[in-house]
């Protein structure tokens, strides 16, 4: 009869303690599987849905990158531009405006860009570059109407991640080295024109 009583408790303990080891393999699992978001085309993954409205820092430098500034040195940047011939910064002064065809301040400063390009059109050794989200179609569209003289780099995504831009227009100026030496939020406004010139022919001295 003992011996019934205590095999009794020893499959009981067995049966328990087996119960809580499940259970403990499901919670983890439950922990570690991303959740997924039903959709009547397809399912996506929590993590694959992008953040519209970043909450934290951490979210906002996910998804917009970091924010570079004056000091900052960035890689040396290929990409093709909207003749399909490459773009390369190497040992080149670049000046990089990130704008957007449906951007009312980009198109504002557009005509002080122009006369700044027009100004060191002679010089090989600097670039001004308009790096943008939009496609080819849409700049072809764009500059029939507003003619924009820099060389332009369409969906620059990769580009746009790398300086962490979040304001449309933003300018900056980068030496030969990859510093940037010029930040500049906002339109460039025609007061500020001779400004932007000679910090451009400082970095070129």
Same mark, same amino acid.
């Given at each position: 009869?003992?011996? $019934?009583?205590?095999?009794?408790? =020893? =499959?009981?303990?067995?049966?328990?303690? #087996?119960?809580?080891?499940?259970?403990?393999?499901?919670?983890?699992?439950?922990?570690?599987?991303?959740?997924? +978001?039903?959709?009547?085309?397809? *399912?996506? #993954?929590?993590?694959? +849905?992008?953040?519209?409205?970043?909450?934290? &820092?951490?979210?906002?430098? *996910?998804?917009?990158?970091?924010? $570079?500034?004056?000091?900052?040195?960035?890689?040396?940047?290929?990409?093709?531009?909207?003749?399909?011939? *490459?773009?390369?910064?190497?040992?080149?002064?670049?000046?990089?405006?990130?704008?957007?065809?449906?951007?009312?301040?980009?198109?504002?400063?557009?005509?002080? =860009?122009?006369?700044?390009?027009?100004?060191?059109?002679?010089?090989?050794?600097?670039?001004?570059?308009?790096?943008?989200?939009?496609?080819?179609?849409? +700049?072809? #569209?764009?500059?029939?109407?507003?003619?924009?003289? &820099?060389?332009? $780099?369409?969906?620059?995504?990769? +580009?746009?991640?790398?300086?962490?831009?979040?304001?449309?227009? #933003?300018?900056?100026?980068?030496?030969?080295?990859? !510093?940037?030496?010029?930040?500049? $939020?906002?339109?460039? =406004?025609?007061?500020?024109?001779?400004?932007?010139?000679?910090?451009?022919?400082? !970095?070129?001295?």
């Amino acid at each position: 009869m003992n011996i $019934l009583k205590t095999t009794i408790i =020893l =499959l009981l303990m067995i049966l328990f303690f #087996s119960c809580k080891t499940q259970q403990k393999a499901i919670n983890k699992n439950n922990n570690n599987t991303p959740l997924i +978001i039903e959709n009547k085309k397809e *399912e996506t #993954s929590v993590t694959d +849905i992008p953040k519209d409205n970043p909450n934290t &820092f951490e979210e906002e430098e *996910e998804f917009y990158g970091k924010m $570079l500034h004056e000091g900052d040195k960035i890689p040396v940047i290929s990409f093709y531009d909207i003749n399909d011939e *490459e773009f390369n910064s190497k040992n080149k002064i670049v000046i990089y405006s990130f704008w957007f065809v449906d951007c009312a301040s980009c198109k504002k400063e557009i005509p002080v =860009l122009n006369d700044i390009q027009k100004y060191f059109s002679n010089k090989k050794n600097i670039e001004f570059v308009g790096v943008t989200f939009n496609n080819d179609s849409e +700049i072809n #569209s764009f500059i029939k109407t507003t003619p924009f003289h &820099f060389r332009m $780099l369409p969906d620059a995504y990769s +580009i746009i991640h790398r300086f962490g831009i979040r304001a449309y227009p #933003s300018t900056f100026i980068v030496d030969s080295k990859g !510093i940037i030496q010029v930040q500049h $939020l906002g339109p460039i =406004l025609e007061e500020q024109k001779k400004d932007i010139i000679q910090k451009i022919k400082s !970095i070129d001295n």
